[in-house]
């Protein structure tokens, strides 16, 4: 009696896991196809010498663009982490810290560009002393995410200690529109633009073989030293240990003697100085802030964290670096691939290919052909229908592009690049 | 901390109670299209009367029946509704605010129809957006005794409330919607958006993207170009209609491209662009991303010597003291407005006096004059269908419709004002200025100008 039911419900769970499995399976294929489509049709049309294809020179420039955005992202993913890591939830009003201090940075510029012009001088303070001038703003602009990042810690994290981790999530969606509308309030709707840098840093310089512009260089060196001071901090002091334990697990580091409120506090402030200084570096770069300019980096560097592994530190500071060559990179290459026709002699032998893949892999349970052998006949398919789009304004969809970095992590690997780090109440 | 949370809610509830009290109560007015039964029934009486009798006294007059829109009836003492939906919050607010202060200038210039005075109500937000547009709309909708709006700032917000207002009946004029999707193609075929309620002051950018393509090409002869635009209506239409005029003169865009509202790299998009050699890059796109463009340009290889021609969302004080933006040509509508008087007689050096008092500053944007003439045209037309009857005041609303459609000749600030059978009434005069490095003289600074007969040829391809 039992035992037909059984077979029965077996066979009824399997077929209805099948059906799940077989629709996630299209959308890898399909998608990793479109991929794949991307980069070899770029590659065939640059070597065929189609016009809007990058030339070396432009191709190393998007490069060295998507590395220092990269960078800035993933200063700021670094924030996202650690405070997932410590608390368990994802801190949207991060965004809105660092759109804070690059707000305070303007006025501080802009005061400093004023100052000192007088009649029989007139260059600014900010123009004779601009290495002091930018120390000074990147020191407002730390002191002021740290401030923002520590007072809504206290405000409305704290008060929700207890509570299920989706409530603090949506506070923090709260805090972040706060923020966004007291800054619009207090200074306006107009974009705030910060003073020019001096020449001398826009020059290009000249690293043997590639040629950077002076503050993109600057803004890699600045983030790659103070992601290796985050590090050092974090593995090497009592401080960043205490943060790794109370990560780890809260209760156990509450009875080894950690004081976990402080704890939790530095987090924050450690997160938030981050985000200052991928503030002032975005505002050396950008020069125009408004009180939206935290959301859109805000949301790309939480896909970073996401992407790089959630709580992992390393991971956060690879997908930010991963998210922004995308970013920069992407639309001009693989979406300007798929123009490329495939041609009708491979995608014959690809189809063939493709099904006796697939077929192989479904008569002896062989797996690992299903997947590839999909994609050969997706291009098989593709040559054969003679597919080409040709996608009119490729950088109004970058941020698909960027995106779709995620959607294929979160596919192929949801835990992402690196592993996620999860606090001891996540773990099984 | 039930009781402590009971409490929160009872003192919210009581605040939020207080507040509808003391909100504004400017909706008091009486019905407005189904009192087409109202009138009828309470003056019908006294006719039923004698209705067959050869007496030499004629059938006591009846009131004036509703046409197939409806109409709007007032009792003496009550104010004539319209409504000003412009963008005034938001980073649009430039646009928006100076078109509103000209509606408040003409209701009071105009004064009162037939006894009754016009009242504009709470000012609506467009917030330049689709969203915004459609909300306003609803609210305005349903209230009942509306005749007519000034409006709507941004063409994107005029694609979601036209439709709405227009279909209520009502009639809708905008001082600076200049999509061609809102009204025609200019060859007797009507845009994706068109309204039969939808009238504007604003030129039709189509005139705007010939004028720009003839400048370019004539003027400074050049013959390669690329545009950019954002993405929503207005960008979108103007980019196209500059491209469609120089193909049409013989020129090449080389490039036509987009970015998105809310981008900050632009180093992408100028590559692309600069892969292409263009000897001219027309963004007739707003602030931010103008901001962006002109400072990332410089670092962009090929692209050095590449004249800047933007539209006038970008001839904004901010973004004309930027050091990079000198140098650059800006489109938009002609201001130069001479003498030309509107029927109440205010002239612009008038009406520009009485701004700076007002308000302690200049305008921000260029539609002012095309606000003020939208509603002086918009009260006339309402003082010449109005019908007084037995002290009520009835509005038909087809019968305004008709009467904006036939509007000839009609004087304004911004000149002689047409309306064609799509609802483009506008001058459609266009100007480019050149931004020699005075922020305060750019915008007089006019290096070309343009009106219709110059550019109708090009538009029709005739």
Redesign the interface.
């Known amino acids: 009696m039992t035992a037909p039911t059984q077979t029965r419900e077996t066979t009824k769970r399997a077929g209805r896991l099948n059906w799940v499995d077989s629709f996630l399976f299209t959308v890898k294929a399909v998608s990793v196809f479109v991929i794949l489509w991307g980069l070899v049709g770029y590659i065939a049309l640059a070597a065929q010498g189609e016009?809007?294809?990058?030339d070396g020179?432009?191709l190393r420039?998007?490069i060295i663009?998507g590395l220092s955005?990269g960078a800035m992202y993933g200063l700021i993913a670094l924030g996202y982490s650690m405070v997932y890591g410590v608390l368990g939830f994802i801190n949207f009003a991060h965004g809105e810290v660092f759109m804070s201090g690059a707000f305070v940075g303007y006025f501080i510029a802009d005061g400093l560009s004023r100052a000192g012009v007088t009649d029989t001088d007139a260059t600014s303070f900010w123009d004779d002393n601009f290495l002091l001038s930018i120390l000074i703003v990147f020191i407002a602009g730390i002191i002021t995410s740290t401030l923002i990042a520590v007072i809504v810690e206290r405000v409305a994290y704290r008060p929700l200690r207890g509570a299920p981790r989706l409530i603090p999530l949506i506070t923090s969606i709260g805090v972040s529109f706060f923020l966004q509308n007291a800054v619009l309030l207090l200074f306006g709707?107009?974009?705030k633009?910060y003073p020019?840098v001096p020449d001398w840093l826009?020059d290009k310089v000249n690293l043997g073989i590639i040629e950077v512009?002076g503050t993109r260089l600057l803004v890699i060196v600045i983030a790659a030293i103070s992601m290796v001071a985050l590090f050092q901090f974090v593995n090497r002091t009592k401080t960043g240990r205490a943060m790794r334990a109370v990560a780890e697990d809260k209760e156990i580091a509450a009875l080894m003697g950690i004081n976990v409120d402080r704890t939790i506090v530095t987090t924050f402030a450690v997160g938030g100085s981050m985000a200052g200084v991928a503030a002032i570096l975005?505002s050396m770069v950008?020069?125009?802030v408004?009180h939206?300019?935290g959301?859109?980096p805000g949301i790309k560097a939480f896909t970073a964290a996401v992407v790089g592994g959630i709580g992992n530190m390393v991971g956060a500071t690879i997908g930010g670096v991963a998210l922004g060559l995308f970013?920069?990179a992407g639309?001009?290459t693989v979406l300007f691939g798929l123009r490329w026709e495939i041609p009708l002699g491979l995608g014959v032998i690809l189809l063939i290919g493709g099904l006796l893949a697939v077929g192989y892999g479904l008569t002896r349970r062989h797996s690992r052909f299903l997947l590839p052998g999909t994609i050969a006949v997706l291009g098989g398919v593709a040559s054969l229908l003679s597919w080409s789009h040709t996608i009119?304004?490729?950088?109004?969809i970058?941020?698909v592009v960027a995106f779709y970095a995620l959607f294929l992590v979160l596919i192929f690997r949801p835990s992402g690049l690196l592993g996620e780090r999860l606090a001891a109440e996540d773990r099984a | 901390m039930t009781t402590k949370f009971r409490y929160l809610v009872g003192l919210l509830a009581a605040l939020a109670l207080v507040a509808a009290a003391c909100g504004d109560s400017a909706d008091d007015t009486t019905t407005a299209a189904p009192g087409t039964t109202a009138a009828p029934a309470t003056t019908a009486a006294p006719t039923t009367e004698a209705p067959t009798t050869a007496a030499p006294t004629t059938a006591a007059p009846q009131p004036p029946e509703a046409g197939p829109l409806g109409q709007v009836v007032l009792e003496a003492g009550e104010d004539i509704q319209i409504r000003s939906l412009e963008a005034i919050t938001g980073p649009v607010t430039f646009l928006g605010v100076p078109n509103q202060r000209g509606t408040e200038f003409a209701i009071e210039d105009y004064g009162d129809i037939k006894g009754h005075s016009v009242s504009m109500g709470t000012p609506l937000d467009d917030l330049c957006s689709a969203d915004g547009g459609q909300a306003a709309a609803q609210t305005i909708v349903s209230d009942d005794a509306v005749v007519g709006v000034i409006g709507t700032s941004c063409s994107g917000a005029a694609v979601a409330a036209a439709p709405l207002i227009s279909a209520a009946g009502m009639v809708m004029i905008s001082p600076s919607n200049t999509s061609p999707a809102l009204t025609s193609d200019l060859q007797g075929n009507a845009g994706t958006d068109y309204n039969d309620g939808y009238f504007r002051t604003a030129h039709n950018d189509l005139f705007q993207g010939a004028g720009v393509a003839r400048f370019v090409f004539d003027e400074l002869q050049l013959t390669k170009v690329a545009a950019i635009h954002d993405g929503d209506p207005y960008t979108q239409g103007l980019a196209k209609a500059f491209s469609d005029a120089f193909t049409a003169l013989g020129g090449e865009v080389v490039a036509f491209t987009a970015v998105n509202k809310g981008d900050t790299d632009m180093t992408g998009v100028l590559s692309e662009v600069a892969g292409f050699s263009p000897e001219a890059i027309y963004f007739p796109i707003f602030q931010p991303e103008g901001d962006f463009i002109v400072q990332q340009i410089g670092g962009i290889s090929g692209l050095e010597d590449v004249t800047l021609i933007g539209a006038d969302g970008l001839l904004v004080s901010d973004f004309l003291e930027l050091p990079e933006t000198t140098g650059m040509y800006f489109s938009g509508p002609d201001l130069r407005f001479g003498e030309n008087a509107s029927t109440t007689g205010v002239t612009a050096d008038d009406f520009l006096a009485r701004y700076e008092e007002a308000f302690g500053e200049a305008p921000s944007a260029s539609f002012w004059a095309h606000s003020y003439d939208a509603t002086i045209m918009l009260l006339t037309s309402i003082d010449a269908v109005a019908v007084e009857f037995d002290g009520k005041l009835y509005i038909d609303r087809q019968a305004l419709r008709d009467e904006l459609k036939s509007v000839t000749d009609f004087p304004g600030i911004i000149g002689l004002l047409t309306c064609d059978d799509f609802g483009d009434c506008g001058a459609q005069r266009i100007s480019v200025v050149l931004h020699e490095g005075d922020a305060e003289a750019a915008v007089s600074n006019v290096k070309y100008g343009a009106t219709r007969a110059d550019l109708i040829d090009l538009i029709t391809g005739g």
């Open positions: 016009p809007g294809t990058l020179a432009q420039g998007l663009n955005l709707t107009q974009p633009t020019d826009k512009e975005f950008f020069r125009t408004n939206v300019s959301f859109l970013e920069s639309p001009q009119p304004a490729l950088f109004q970058k941020d």
